[in-house]
C-alpha cells in the first residue's frame, strides 16, 4: 500500500491473476456500497490506483475540490491522509476471493481468424493453423486494465502454453480492428499504428466502435469487462481484396516482462 498523495492509494500487487482478483472485489464492493469515500478506481498490470479518497465519517463535504488542492488547507489534507490510511488498513483486512471469469455477461465479438501471423502463432502454440481460432474463442477473457490507446484493452484469460512473444520487428503500421496477441495479453487495435504484437485477425464488418466520446462509457472493453470472440467467415469478395501479405519475420524470445508493456 503506497500512498500517492493526500487523496490516493496505489495497491500493488504480486502478478496480474491477484491484481485482476482485488480490482473485481473492489467493484463489487462499490456496487453493494461497501466501498464509500473513493471516486475512481484505476487498474493496471500489477497494481490499482484509488483515487479522490474523502473522510466518509464526514459526508460528502470531504471530497477533493479544486480549491482544497490549491488553497494548502492543511487541515483538510491531513484529514484526507488520515482517511487514506484508514482505507489501507481496511483493505490489508480483506478476504479476496479468486477471480471468477464467469461473474458478468460477456461482449461478444466477431472476428475473422486471417492474420497474417497465424502460421507462427500456430506453430508456436504446437497446432495446425485451422486449429488457431478455435483455441482463441473457446477463452473466456477479461479486461484487465486499458493503454496504449483509448479504448485499448489488455484481455488475459489464454493460459500459459498459449502464450507467445512480440514480434522480433514491429510493424510500422497495424490497422484498426487487427486481433493481436503479445505475453498473456489479447487485444484489438482501435486504430491505425505502429504496432509489435501477433496478428492472429481482424474484427468482422460491420465493426463495433472500440472508442466513441459520444457513448457513455467511451470504452467498449473497460477494465472488468467480460469479452468473447466469435468466428465469423470473411465474404469470398472481399478476400479476394486484400493484398498478399509478406512473410512473418522470424521470432526471437522476448522476456516476460517486455510482454507485459506498450503495444
Known amino acids: 500500500m503506497l500512498p500517492a498523495g493526500p487523496y490516493a492509494l496505489l495497491v500493488e500487487l504480486t502478478d496480474g491473476e491477484r491484481t485482476e482478483a482485488f480490482h473485481a472485489e473492489l467493484l463489487r464492493r462499490r456496487e453493494r456500497g461497501a466501498l464509500p469515500g473513493v471516486r475512481e478506481i484505476v487498474p493496471g498490470a500489477r497494481t490499482v490506483l484509488l483515487d479522490g479518497i474523502e473522510d466518509s465519517t464526514r459526508g460528502t463535504g470531504c471530497v477533493p475540490t ?32 479468486p477471480l471468477r471469469r464467469e461473474e458478468r455477461d460477456a461482449v461478444e ?62 510493424r510500422t503500421r497495424v490497422p484498426a480492428g487487427a486481433l493481436a496477441l503479445a505475453g498473456p495479453y489479447t487485444g484489438v487495435y482501435p486504430r491505425p499504428s505502429p504496432g509489435g504484437w ?32 466469435v468466428p465469423a467467415h470473411a465474404p469470398v469478395a472481399a478476400q479476394a481484396a486484400v493484398p498478399a501479405q509478406a512473410a512473418p519475420q522470424p521470432m526471437a524470445a522476448v522476456p516476460k516482462s517486455r510482454t507485459e508493456k506498450g503495444r
Do not use: K, M, N
Open 109 to 170: 465479438i466477431p472476428v475473422v481468424y486471417d492474420g497474417p501471423d497465424l502460421p507462427e502463432v500456430a506453430a508456436l502454440w504446437g497446432v495446425g493453423v485451422d486449429e488457431v481460432p478455435g483455441l482463441h474463442s473457446r477463452t473466456a477473457f477479461r479486461v484487465a486494465f486499458c493503454g496504449f490507446a483509448p479504448g485499448f484493452g489488455y484481455l488475459t484469460g489464454l493460459p500459459e502454453r498459449l502464450h507467445v512473444p512480440r514480434r522480433a520487428t514491429p
Open 66 to 97: 479544486a480549491r482544497d488542492r490549491l488553497s494548502g488547507d492543511r487541515s483538510a489534507a491531513r484529514d484526507r491522509a488520515a482517511a487514506r490510511d484508514r482505507l489501507a488498513r481496511d483493505l490489508l483486512s480483506w478476504s479476496v476471493p
Open 198 to 229: 501477433q496478428l492472429i485477425g481482424r474484427l468482422a464488418d460491420p465493426a463495433p466502435a472500440l472508442w466513441d466520446p459520444a457513448r457513455e462509457p467511451a470504452a467498449l472493453l473497460g477494465p472488468g469487462t467480460r469479452v468473447r470472440f
